[in-house]
């Protein structure tokens, strides 16, 4: 059996202490955060979720896919106090708002 370790994930933004804590994050998203120079939960409290996404695909020089926006609203709404939600709960908004994604 191998050694894995597991990041257990906040039931709340308060709870939250860790970027991989936040529901939906795993390393990649994590990466892409830091990329941003976001290093704390705290740093997305108030972030603009597409405003990210943009930000993103100008750092790597390639459009992301929608999903990502999704994780991103996801993300950010919970550290601004929202439940814990799957990053697709959030697509159709995105459809909504951004239709040319």
Request: include cysteine; hydrophobic fraction near 40%; charge should be neutral.
């Amino acid at each position: 059996m191998s050694a894995r370790k597991t990041h257990t994930k906040a039931a709340s933004a308060a709870d939250c202490a860790s970027l991989r804590q936040i529901p939906n994050i795993g390393p990649a998203m994590v990466r892409d955060f830091e990329a941003m120079g976001i290093h704390q939960p705290a740093d997305l409290v108030g972030a603009d979720a597409f405003a990210l996404y943009q930000r993103i695909c100008k750092l790597t020089g390639q459009r992301h896919d929608p999903c990502v926006l999704d994780t991103y609203m996801a993300a950010v709404d919970f550290m601004n106090g929202g439940p814990p939600r799957d990053w697709w709960s959030y697509t159709a908004q995105r459809k909504r708002e951004y239709p040319d994604l």
